[in-house]
């Protein structure tokens, strides 16, 4: 079992940066695939950058270049830096993880660029 919890989102204007935490609890996450995925008013949720438990990334076009995932098991917490944000990166903003069938999301946390 594992359990999720966001942090780190807020109002920021355009060019700004924030940092998002995922807090994991359960001694199976440093084995999982985090990902971090958005959802804006309307849209469906999508990935936005994910890593695997030996520190591989992958990220969506959008946000290539801006935005950084990272991991410390020792912590049990995975990172994404936003730099750079547009309004368009306005959504909420969930973890995930992945442990073979299993598939655990976090409650969200708001993200809001102002222009």
């Known amino acids: 079992q594992v359990q999720l919890v966001e942090s780190g989102g807020g109002l920021v204007q355009a060019g700004g940066s924030l940092r998002l935490s995922c807090a994991a609890s359960?001694?199976?996450?440093?084995?999982?695939?985090v990902g971090w995925y958005r959802q804006a008013p309307g849209k469906q949720r999508v990935l936005v950058a994910g890593i695997t438990s030996t520190g591989n990334t992958n990220y969506a076009d959008s946000v290539k270049g801006r935005f950084t995932i990272s991991r410390d098991n020792a912590k049990n917490t995975v990172y994404l830096e936003m730099n750079s944000l547009k309004p368009e990166d306005t959504a909420v903003y969930y973890c995930?993880?992945?442990?073979?069938?299993?598939?655990?999301w976090g409650q969200g946390t708001q993200v809001t660029v102002s222009s």
């Open positions: 995930n993880c992945l442990y073979g069938p299993y598939n655990y």
């Open positions: 359960g001694s199976i996450f440093r084995l999982t695939y």
